[in-house]
């Protein structure tokens, strides 16, 4: 069996997709096997496939894909339909088993957006039981998100195998501002800094994976 690893974010467009798309563009640089998915998708336009998170990780589309763009509970009663959460980590256990290279699973929204009812990314990440990247920003707040999601990993028993931080575009604190502000609170979390157009930093990233 291969590597897996889970892709999730302190909230939602902050780079989830771009850190999986440049791993895979790194991994096939090193030629190392990589494949991704992304089990459920919310403001998907199929008339607009190839601008998806899915076409640029080149993932198929799955039986979690909805066209609201709201949290995933919401996107699904959009269309009178449900997420089963027992049959997603079930999908997700048969694509982990029968991976042979690197698998990287994409989430969806920020750590703690609902999936169900009952059930938020986090429950998802925790029944996966496989190690865990949190992709944070630079953006303003930025700060408090991050530390506030390691707090909820930290009660559920995880800790990420990385903090990757990207600089968010027009934010007004740098990647050096935020990195200084985040160590002393992380402990022993290993922190990447990465901005958007560091192919020597995916690359050197996707080696250690």
């Known amino acids: 069996m291969g590597k897996s690893y889970f892709i999730t974010a302190t909230g939602t467009d902050l780079g989830k997709t771009w850190l999986c798309a440049g791993l895979i563009a790194a991994c096939r640089e ?3 096997p990589v494949r991704a998915i992304k089990p459920v ?13 899915l ?3 080149g993932a198929g589309r799955t039986a979690w894909c909805y066209q609201a763009p709201f949290s995933p ?3 699904a009663a959009k269309e009178g339909k449900s997420i089963d959460f ?3 980590v079930a999908w997700c256990r048969d694509e982990i088993a029968t991976n042979d290279g690197l ?3 994409e989430g969806v929204g920020g750590m703690m957006v609902p999936l169900t009812a009952q059930h938020t990314v986090r429950d998802w990440i925790v029944a996966l039981e496989v190690p865990t990247l949190l ?3 630079t953006h303003l707040g930025a700060l408090s998100h991050t530390l506030t999601a390691l707090a909820a990993l930290r009660e559920v028993g995880i800790r990420p195998a990385r903090l990757i931080v990207n600089e968010t575009a027009d934010s007004t604190v740098s990647v050096e501002e935020t990195l200084a502000s985040l160590t002393p609170h992380v402990g022993d979390i290993p922190i990447v800094a990465l901005r958007r157009d560091d ?9 250690s994976l």
């Open 86 to 88: 027992d049959a997603l």
């Open 41 to 53: 998708v919310s403001g998907y336009d199929p008339a607009r496939h190839a601008e998806s998170d």
């Open 135 to 137: 992709v944070a920003g």
């Open 73 to 75: 509970d919401l996107a």
């Open 30 to 32: 090193q030629d190392r």
């Open 55 to 57: 076409a640029r990780i």
């Open 199 to 207: 192919a020597a930093g995916l690359a050197r990233l996707a080696s």
């Open 103 to 105: 698998l990287l699973i």
